[in-house]
């Protein structure tokens, strides 16, 4: 203890109170007198001993038995015992309900399957999911014609306004997050991105509850030596989210990322002569609403110096996909594990590895509906069914409704196909379960048209 002294003045407190409160019972002249003796023995050696403690402890410290006396009978109470401290489990969980009442607007919930092929629920981290941003920091601006806007830091940055000749860069160190929200932005550009990410860590285009347009309506120019060709332009990872609507019309390709694009929410009316979703590591989609026209590739992933990237991720949104050539393009993997799809395209679905894991996917396709071929030395071609409502319907001639040139197999889900060769693989077929339906017959079997031979990539 830090005051002994002061420790054996409250003791001596304690005993005289509770001796008063004893004799005080008795209703005897002998009782009485006992505690009057007994009080003023008490009383005496207390004044005592506070008079010692007064000499050696700070004035606030000496008047603390003054305070005590004052009200024996709350100095005799326990002491409250200690709080339990909390679990490890218990600290993590108030963690987490702070942090989930810090965020205000929705949350994309993942669907992932949890035996895929690519790990979707560590695609996408607990921002990237969120819908809103939070403005309490944020930088606004008006757009106006003809001023470009620089980003050079990390934070929030609001747009509105309409404007014509104006490019949005971001041009930051590469350990900043910035988050770029349109707000009732429109944007209107001749031959150069309207957002240009140089460099950053990551950035963000968020939607607010609005109407946006981003568009670019003449031949695109480089910078320097990078091929800038797509209306929105980046050179690091890309986030697209919000509640809103952004329409984007190119005369090349619609959003461009040469690192991973994800897309968590929000509503995009895309139009481009070239692509309309193009990345080179990933393309990651969680949730959204997409009308996508493409004179090419709706959705393309490449990655020219590593092929074993170069993969496309879906586990949520509804798409309407119009494309010229390929809907949805992969070099390495395309993973399906929920969403919506109407398709109209030459190729419905491609990549190296195909597997479908759920979703309702309705193709109609002039060229192969789902095609599995060798873009990629990672893995070997396969096309794998587990589950989902799959529709394709061919167009006449040389084509496939399911086609693989390496292994097929079907392991649940319905699948119904239409046309003169609905199955086509090179390597192992398997037909394990599920509801298969060739041009409007069950079959308890898988059919094979064997149109090529082994190796036909």
Same mark, same amino acid.
């Given at each position: 203890?830090?005051?002994?002294?002061?420790?054996?003045?409250?003791?001596?407190?304690?005993?005289?109170?509770?001796?008063?409160?004893?004799?005080?019972?008795?209703?005897?002249?002998?009782?009485?007198?006992?505690?009057? @003796?007994?009080?003023?023995?008490?009383? #005496?050696?207390?004044?005592?001993?506070?008079?010692?403690?007064?000499?050696?402890?700070?004035?606030?410290?000496?008047?603390?038995? $003054?305070?005590?006396?004052?009200? !024996?009978?709350?100095?005799?109470? !326990?002491?409250?015992?200690?709080?339990? $401290? @909390?679990?490890?489990?218990?600290?993590?969980?108030?963690?987490?309900?702070?942090?989930?009442?810090?965020?205000?607007?929705?949350?994309?919930?993942?669907?992932?399957?949890?035996?895929?092929?690519?790990?979707?629920?560590?695609?996408?981290?607990?921002?990237?999911? =969120?819908?809103?941003?939070?403005?309490?920091?944020?930088?606004?601006?008006?757009?106006?014609?003809?001023?470009?806007?620089?980003?050079?830091?990390?934070?929030?940055?609001?747009?509105?306004?309409?404007? #014509?000749?104006?490019?949005?860069?971001?041009?930051?160190? *590469?350990?900043?997050?910035?988050?770029?929200?349109?707000?009732?932005?429109?944007?209107?550009?001749?031959?150069?991105?309207?957002?240009?990410?140089?460099?950053?860590?990551? %950035?963000?285009?968020?939607?607010?509850?609005?109407?946006?347009?981003?568009?670019?309506?003449?031949?695109?120019?480089?910078?320097?030596?990078?091929?800038?060709?797509?209306?929105?332009?980046?050179?690091?990872?890309?986030?697209?989210?919000?509640?809103?609507?952004?329409?984007?019309?190119?005369?090349?390709?619609?959003?461009?990322?040469?690192?991973?694009?994800?897309?968590?929410?929000?509503?995009?009316?895309?139009?481009?002569?070239?692509?309309?979703? =193009?990345?080179?590591?990933?393309?990651?989609?969680?949730?959204?609403?997409?009308?996508?026209?493409?004179?090419?590739?709706?959705?393309?992933?490449?990655?020219?110096?590593?092929?074993?990237?170069?993969?496309?991720?879906?586990?949520?949104?509804?798409?309407?996909? *119009?494309?010229?050539?390929?809907?949805?393009?992969?070099?390495? %993997?395309? $993973?399906?594990?929920?969403?919506?799809?109407?398709?109209?395209?030459? $190729?419905?679905?491609?990549?190296?590895?195909? @597997?479908?894991?759920?979703?309702?996917?309705?193709?109609?396709?002039?060229?192969?509906?789902?095609?599995?071929? @060798?873009?990629?030395?990672?893995?070997? !071609?396969?096309?794998?069914?587990?589950?989902?409502?799959?529709?394709?319907?061919?167009?006449?001639?040389?084509?496939?409704?399911?086609?693989?040139?390496?292994?097929?197999?079907?392991?649940?889900?319905?699948?119904?196909?239409?046309?003169?060769?609905?199955?086509?693989?090179?390597?192992?077929? =398997?037909?394990?379960?599920?509801?298969?339906?060739?041009?409007?017959?069950?079959?308890?079997?898988? !059919?094979?048209?064997?149109?090529?031979?082994?190796?036909?990539?």
């Amino acid at each position: 203890m830090k005051h002994p002294i002061l420790f054996k003045v409250m003791t001596l407190t304690l005993i005289l109170s509770l001796s008063v409160m004893l004799f005080a019972g008795c209703g005897t002249a002998a009782g009485a007198a006992t505690e009057t @003796q007994a009080a003023s023995f008490g009383v #005496s050696d207390i004044a005592s001993e506070t008079a010692q403690v007064a000499s050696v402890l700070p004035a606030e410290e000496a008047a603390a038995p $003054e305070a005590a006396a004052e009200d !024996p009978a709350e100095a005799a109470e !326990p002491a409250a015992e200690p709080e339990p $401290e @909390q679990s490890a489990a218990e600290e993590a969980s108030a963690v987490e309900t702070e942090e989930a009442e810090e965020i205000s607007g929705p949350v994309t919930e993942l669907n992932c399957a949890e035996n895929g092929v690519l790990n979707g629920s560590e695609l996408f981290t607990d921002r990237d999911l =969120e819908q809103t941003a939070d403005l309490s920091d944020a930088i606004h601006y008006a757009l106006s014609d003809g001023e470009d806007i620089e980003i050079t830091a990390e934070g929030v940055y609001v747009l509105s306004g309409a404007a #014509s000749g104006v490019t949005v860069y971001v041009d930051a160190d *590469d350990q900043a997050k910035v988050q770029i929200v349109l707000d009732g932005a429109s944007i209107e550009n001749e031959d150069f991105p309207c957002i240009y990410v140089k460099e950053a860590d990551k %950035v963000f285009v968020t939607t607010t509850d609005t109407d946006n347009t981003l568009s670019v309506t003449g031949t695109f120019t480089a910078d320097g030596d990078t091929n800038t060709d797509g209306v929105i332009f980046s050179r690091s990872d890309l986030v697209m989210n919000g509640t809103g609507t952004l329409n984007i019309s190119s005369t090349d390709n619609g959003i461009v990322c040469k690192d991973d694009l994800k897309i968590t929410g929000g509503t995009y009316n895309i139009t481009a002569s070239s692509k309309t979703l =193009e990345a080179n590591d990933s393309i990651r989609i969680a949730g959204g609403v997409f009308s996508l026209t493409a004179g090419t590739d709706t959705l393309h992933a490449e990655n020219d110096d590593d092929d074993s990237l170069g993969y496309i991720y879906i586990c949520g949104g509804d798409f309407t996909l *119009d494309a010229g050539d390929d809907a949805i393009h992969a070099v390495s %993997v395309t $993973e399906i594990d929920g969403g919506t799809f109407a398709i109209t395209a030459g $190729e419905g679905i491609e990549g190296t590895y195909i @597997q479908i894991n759920g979703g309702i996917i309705d193709i109609q396709a002039s060229d192969d509906g789902m095609n599995a071929a @060798q873009k990629s030395s990672a893995y070997w !071609p396969t096309l794998e069914i587990n589950d989902g409502e799959i529709t394709v319907v061919m167009g006449s001639g040389d084509t496939d409704g399911i086609d693989s040139n390496g292994d097929l197999y079907i392991n649940g889900g319905h699948i119904d196909v239409t046309g003169g060769s609905t199955f086509d693989y090179d390597g192992t077929g =398997e037909f394990n379960g599920g509801t298969l339906i060739v041009n409007g017959q069950e079959l308890d079997s898988l !059919p094979n048209q064997m149109m090529g031979g082994r190796g036909r990539w």
